[in-house]
């Protein structure tokens, strides 16, 4: 594809903003725990979606966060039963909810998680609803384990949609691309998750993934073979995000698609959906050594998981908001990976997409993956 040509980088979603909503409850909740009535009613998805944004700011937002999603009153995930539980725990923190909290530790602990058991759908917060969300977050953790960590709720920035190319010529299979991404990204050490794959191929067969070797345990590169990334590539028409019945996967404003880890409900479905083989399941508890966990977090990227939920490749959010390239690109020692601002003309993307011979995959699918690959 001749990028002069064909500059859909431009014409996807650009200058598409979500609604952004203002005020918050006077206590700090996300949502819901201060009482309030609901409305059970039906709705299509884009009736929802325009109601769950009112809800933000009007007396719906007084609604469990469950309840925002579908106008419905249901259970959320195993919740009730550890609302049973949660109500044993924070029966203290509740009758005090919206009143200077106890200098006790554990009381304070039972009323964060209380809060964050309700909180709303971070893609529906207000900032300050996020900005408190990541401070509970921070405060648990440090109740926890005694550590500090920095956690940003840092929202995509105007005019910025991220972009990411492959150099197929350049890639030699060394995969510190791979461990970069494990250590930036806390990903679990025990099933040796991976959001990168190296796909190694035989010279002279094309890009054959079925007869790919992307488990390799030998000297690289090897004679007569080349090797290709894949990831997610953060679609703009991504049907993973379309599947999702809980809204927990979306796209934001810079290009990312991204998974809110508190919202998913584990039901696989945006896996299936992805012809990439961009996302991961955590089937057991995510666990990384306190010494090898990566401080630098965001709500929306490197954030420790928990069991039975969605993760994947976010372009390291931490670090690309931020102004860095993710872990991967800064890892890659031959210069095989190109990442940067689809929108800025002179960027290095930018130069890539209009001076090489660019190509994605499975484009017939229309779903306009932002990972472009390219040869020397
Ligand atoms: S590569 Fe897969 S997971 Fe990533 S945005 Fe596209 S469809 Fe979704
Ligand atoms: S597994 Fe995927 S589709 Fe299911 S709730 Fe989580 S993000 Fe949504």
Known sequence: MSSNNNKKWFSLNIGRKEKTSSGSCSCGKSSGGCGGSSNAHHMTNEAFT????NASIGEERTKDGFEQVFDVKMDRRSAFKKLTASLLIGAGAVSTSCSVISGDESKEKAQIDWEEQFKGNYKLMTDKEKEATVDRLVRSYQLRTGKNISMSSKNAEEDVLFG???????????????NACVEENNQDRNSQMQYIRIHEMKDGKGFNFNEADDNYYHEVPAQGHFYMGTQCFHCDNPPCVEVCPVQATWREDDGLVVVD?????????CMA?????GRRFNW?????????????QHYLGNRMRKKGVMEKCTFCVQRS???????????????????????????????????KKVFRLKEDLGTEPKFWYFMD
């Not at 880890?261 to 479905?269: A, L, S």
């Not at 959906?273 to 083989?277: H, L, V």
């Not at 057991?284 to 630098?296: D, G, Q, R, Y």
Request: charged share 20%; net charge negative.
């Open 273 to 277: 959906a992805c012809p990439y083989d």
């Open 50 to 53: 325009e109601a769950a944004i």
């Open 164 to 178: 990411y190319a492959f150099n197929i010529s350049k890639c030699q299979g060394y995969m510190d691309c791979v």
């Open 261 to 269: 880890y508190d919202w998913c409900v584990g039901c696989r479905y």
């Open 321 to 355: 908001r931020a102004g860095k390239n993710p872990a991967c690109v800064e890892a890659c020692p031959t210069g095989a990976r190109i990442f940067g601002n689809l929108l800025d003309p002179d960027s290095t993307i930018r130069w890539v997409l209009e001076n």
């Open 284 to 296: 057991s508890k995510p666990e990384v050594p306190e010494s090898e966990i990566n401080h630098n």
